[in-house]
């Protein structure tokens, strides 16, 4: 099952450069990197990303990155993923730019 990340463009060009990342400065703050299922990204780019240009939508296989990943309940009592390890540029299956439309960010079409 792929799970989404959202990056700022600052982040997806540190992640690039480096390799892995430690996340945004809420995955430093909370010790784990956030993650979506692709039901829970539109809610997570509607809260913590509202009106920001130049986003980037990242996917993982969750089965790839093993037990540091782990499915806690956060929003809504829903279960999130949340990687106990660096995010890793090689786990990282596809990228694509998330714009914002008249209505919020418009994901790509085959997350819907």
Do not use: C, N
Not at 27 to 36: E, I, L, P, Q
Not at 69 to 93: C, I, N
């Amino acid at each position: 099952m792929l799970i989404y990340k959202i990056l700022r463009a600052d982040e997806w060009a540190a992640l690039r450069a480096q390799g892995e990342t430690a996340g945004a400065p809420i995955d430093v703050a909370d010790g784990y990197v956030h993650f979506s299922t692709a039901d829970q990204a539109r809610g997570t780019a509607a809260k913590h990303f509202a009106g920001e240009e130049g986003l980037v939508l990242l996917a993982l296989e969750a089965d790839t990155l093993g037990e540091a990943l782990k499915w806690e309940v956060s929003r809504g009592d829903a279960l999130f993923p949340h990687l106990y390890a660096p995010l890793r540029l090689s786990d990282v299956q596809w990228h694509k730019p998330l714009p914002l439309g008249a209505d919020g960010h418009v994901f790509p079409a085959e997350m819907h």
